[in-house]
């Protein structure tokens, strides 16, 4: 201080006076160390990067297992169901030929009959074995076509035998050679017939 006094009176002395301005150095900013550290700020970057995929391997992985759990689930199943289905159709006649075997049983006492000279016996025992078969096959939804009116209808009936007649304006049936059956009203087997057609002019 005392020496800027001087430098002031001297100044002074000589008619000028210079005013210095001292001003306060700047402090330098303190930039993160990963701007004024490249190298570092890329390592970092790297590091979050490698967890990312670290956590997407692990979430890979898993969904991975639980598709291959479900694939080996499904693959289970069809095998099931085809194994079901199989079975199914193995012995989806169980029932029927249950049923079918008490006929048999009955054909073999009207046989048996037959042998013992009981003519009455086996025309009774052939009776009963074709009611027992009928109601069997009614319990299983068959039934005979009816032949309404004699009226021929070609989703039903079959021509077997045509002949001509100027007796009638359409076809007719004459005669039922062999019975149609339904089933469910689903048609099963056409009723075999004999039909007469109108005569065709010449």
């Avoid at 689930?73 to 075997?101: C, G, P, Q, T, V």
């Avoid at 008490?102 to 009611?131: H, P, T």
């Amino acid at each position: 201080m005392v020496e800027k006094n001087k430098k002031e009176s001297e100044e002074e002395k000589e008619g000028t006076i210079e005013i210095e301005y001292i001003t306060p150095k700047k402090k330098k900013s303190e930039e993160p160390k990963e701007e004024r550290d490249p190298s570092k700020a890329i390592k970092n970057m790297l590091k979050k990067k490698e967890s990312e995929i670290k956590q997407l391997k692990k979430e890979l992985d898993s969904l991975k297992d639980e598709f291959l759990r479900k694939a080996a689930d499904m693959e289970n199943l069809r095998k099931r169901l085809d194994r079901e289905k199989n079975e199914y159709f193995k012995y989806a006649l169980s029932e029927l030929l249950r049923d079918l075997l008490g006929i048999l049983d009955n054909f073999e006492r009207a046989l048996g009959s037959e042998n013992q000279g009981d003519e009455g016996g086996l025309k009774k025992g052939v009776e009963m074995i074709y009611k027992q078969f009928y109601d069997l096959l009614v319990k299983q939804g068959i039934s005979p076509i009816d032949i309404k009116e004699k009226k021929f209808d070609p989703h039903l009936h079959q021509a077997f035998i045509t002949e001509e007649s100027d007796q009638v304006e359409e076809p007719q049936i004459e005669e039922v050679l062999q019975k149609g059956y339904t089933i469910h009203d689903r048609l099963l087997r056409p009723s075999l017939v004999k039909v007469i057609i109108p005569k065709k002019d010449n």
